[in-house]
């Protein structure tokens, strides 16, 4: 093993979450990624700054010619210089956002182990194993990992339970339960057992680890164009090519004018003509998008997974542990008539003695809290009554009397007695509100009931009313009976619910509104989640969850946390806006560039276009130098920018347009007046031009 696996954890969680943009390192390694990246069959992929590389080469050429021919050659090398510039800046901000998950990624290779495997002879005999190195393990081996030994490679536990620090992929040290024939049964190489031990059947070839798959993710090894992508990169050509023709079409006529414009000068426009600003940060924005992700502790398989998530309108979530805080709480006690609430209290007391769920001490508290009813130890003489599935009763027998608590329905059939009216309508009172009911008892008779509350968490309501803002339609999944449910999702402000939800009932809900043409995303840990999660558009699986949730998924939760998938859906929709606002503003750019450049190359010949240099600029060398330097530094200025995205802002699709258009759109054009005026005001100042 390379180094401790929580501190090698610790620095991973660092090298994620991390908010420097450009640390030293990481910018060296950039600067001579981007040289190497200056290799024609690289940018041969990005068609602009293939093209801007193509004219840069023949420039210099051009320019290097008239040097040895004792030709004026300085204008012709600067405009040269600056195409180079172009050119590299371009790379640079790809290179700079491959140098932040490749940092991540180091960090992760330091957090991978290199440890020996315990492989099982026989899968049901413990007893005897052979040592193998973890690289050679094969899909369907059988392990054990004792307290102290690391997981060597991603596997599903067949027998044993035990406490697994899974610190070295999620970055937090608090171990967790891993256990066979449940829904937390995957366990990932890399993490360290704690206590006890597992039989861990392998599931993962060699090098295709979870924690490989990861470091292959962050570094953005294997990550793909998207479509939207693939489409803006089908548009750029398309521009390149058009102006390239334009340009082309100016030679002959200047020609026929007798003054036809330098080869520099065509190459400087057709440069800044071209969409070159989104071209050079295109890639910079998908990279980054992914990069936000993986700080936010959520892999995604695919940039399509990200970009899918941009354009989700229907969001599944379950009610408990996303919707609501999960731990149902102790929110009021019912009685029957004749029935103190007091005596009802002590009766719920004395029933959850024994209860160590969440619930069940929150009935304690409650009651004491509420009525004073003091709250003993559990005596030794007192017989338990466990809480089972198949009873849903539970409670204890102590001093001749016997206390119970459980199910309405359950407990009344188990006494053999009729639920009296009294206690049917409180039930249908504490269901409407959202709540559940618990029926409690001393011997054999019904007392009353409890009101567990599950409690929605702080800000949902404003959450969903901000989704519902950007179109986004939400729906709360639950086991719960209509009723419980129409209360929760009334209190949540969720669309709409599906109650006493089944994985069928989740399947088909997708597929009516994929149907519909309506992008789905879902949350899931368990196997039955499965199916959904394969078939929703964007599948967050918990990493806490099953084998077969996690290869069903295209995203991976490393905090398991439901919730997250409504900021997964945020970050998909930055990433979209930040793509549209910058295509915007470099489209726009060009409007300002035509007034500095067209006017500086056929003034000579037409003097009535000197009327379009608005912006006064000094010389027609002058004019055209300051657009091409502008043309490049402004690819450096939106770096930033392309790598922390544009801030989101949960509204309208209108909205969102409108101030894109007058943000970047307006803006795109004003800044390069102001900008190719002070570079002009420079070289002049600097005698240059």
Do not use: C
């Amino acid at each position: 093993m390379d180094m401790n696996p929580v501190l090698a954890a610790g620095e991973a969680r660092r090298a994620r979450r991390g908010g420097a943009l450009l640390t030293g390192p990481i910018a060296r390694r950039a600067a001579l990624d981007a040289l190497r990246k200056l290799d024609p069959r690289h940018l041969v992929r990005n068609p602009v700054i293939f093209v801007t590389e193509i004219v840069s080469i023949l420039v210099t050429i051009l320019a290097a010619r008239a040097a040895v021919l004792a030709e004026p050659w300085l204008f012709q090398a600067g405009i040269a210089l600056w195409l180079w510039l172009t050119v590299l800046f371009a790379t640079f901000a790809e290179a700079v956002a491959e140098g932040r998950g490749r940092a991540q990624a180091d960090s992760l290779r330091r957090a991978r182990s290199e440890a020996r495997a315990k492989v099982l002879v026989r899968p049901d005999d413990r007893a005897i194993w052979s040592p193998r190195d973890a690289t050679e393990l094969r899909p369907g081996e059988h392990v054990l990992v004792e307290a102290g030994d690391l997981i060597p490679s991603d596997g599903e536990v067949v027998a044993g339970v035990a406490s697994v620090n899974e610190a070295a992929v999620t970055g937090e040290s608090a171990p967790v339960i891993r256990e066979s024939g449940g829904d937390r049964s995957a366990v990932t190489g890399g993490t360290l057992v704690v206590s006890d031990w597992l039989v861990v059947r392998i599931t993962a070839a060699p090098g295709s680890t979870f924690l490989d798959r990861m470091i292959s993710l962050v570094e953005g090894a294997s990550r793909q164009k998207t479509p939207n992508e693939i489409a803006l990169d089908i548009l750029l050509a398309g521009m390149t090519i058009i102006f390239l023709i334009a340009v082309a079409t100016l030679v002959g006529l200047a020609s026929w004018n007798g003054q036809p414009p330098s080869v520099a000068v065509l190459a400087a426009l057709l440069v800044t003509l071209i969409p070159t600003t989104i071209g050079g940060l295109l890639s910079a924005i998908g990279i980054a998008g992914m990069d936000r992700l993986v700080r936010f502790n959520v892999l995604a398989t695919s940039g399509r997974a990200v970009e899918a998530a941009g354009d989700v309108d229907v969001l599944l979530l379950d009610k408990t542990g996303t919707i609501t805080l999960g731990n149902r709480q102790a929110a009021a006690f019912a009685p029957l008539p004749g029935v103190s609430e007091r005596e009802l209290a002590e009766a719920a007391v004395l029933s959850s003695l024994a209860d160590e769920t969440p619930e069940g001490r929150s009935i304690l508290a409650f009651a004491q809290e509420r009525h004073g009813v003091a709250v003993p130890a559990l005596p030794g003489d007192a017989r338990v009554v466990p809480f089972t599935a198949q009873t849903r009763i539970s409670g204890l027998d102590l001093g001749g009397a016997s206390y119970r608590k459980g199910a309405v329905d359950s407990l009344a059939k188990a006494l053999g007695a009729e639920l009296p009216a009294a206690l049917r309508d409180a039930v249908d009172r504490i269901a409407r509100q959202g709540s559940t009911p618990l029926a409690v008892a001393k011997d054999g008779r019904l007392l009353g009931a409890i009101e567990l509350k599950d409690i929605v968490k702080t800000g949902m309501r404003a959450r969903f009313d901000a989704l519902r803002a950007m179109g986004i339609r939400t729906v709360m999944v639950t086991g719960d009976n209509r009723l419980t449910a129409a209360a929760i999702a009334a209190e949540a402000g969720v669309d709409d619910f599906i109650a006493e939800a089944t994985p069928e009932d989740k399947l088909a809900y997708i597929r009516k509104a994929q149907a519909e043409g309506r992008l789905v995303a879902m949350a899931g840990d368990g196997t039955n989640d499965a199916p959904a999660l394969a078939q929703a558009d964007v599948g967050l699986a918990m990493q806490t969850g099953t084998q077969a949730a996690r290869e069903a998924g295209n995203m991976v939760d490393l905090d398991s946390d439901p919730t997250k998938l409504i900021e997964v859906v945020e970050i998909g929709k930055q990433l979209l806006i930040t793509r549209g606002a910058l295509t915007t503003f470099s489209i726009a750019n060009d409007v300002a560039k035509y007034f500095a450049i067209l006017p500086a190359i056929f003034v000579a010949s037409y003097p009535e276009l000197g009327a379009l240099n608005v912006m006064g600029l000094a010389s027609p060398e002058s004019a055209i130098l300051s657009a091409v330097i502008f043309n490049a530094l402004i690819i450096v200025a939106l770096v930033p920018l392309a790598l922390r995205g544009v801030r989101y802002v949960p509204v309208g699709a209108a909205a969102l347009l409108r101030r894109n258009l007058l943000l970047y759109g307006v803006g795109g054009v004003l800044a390069p007046f102001v900008g190719i005026k002070l570079i002009d005001l420079l070289l002049v100042l600097l005698g240059i031009a």
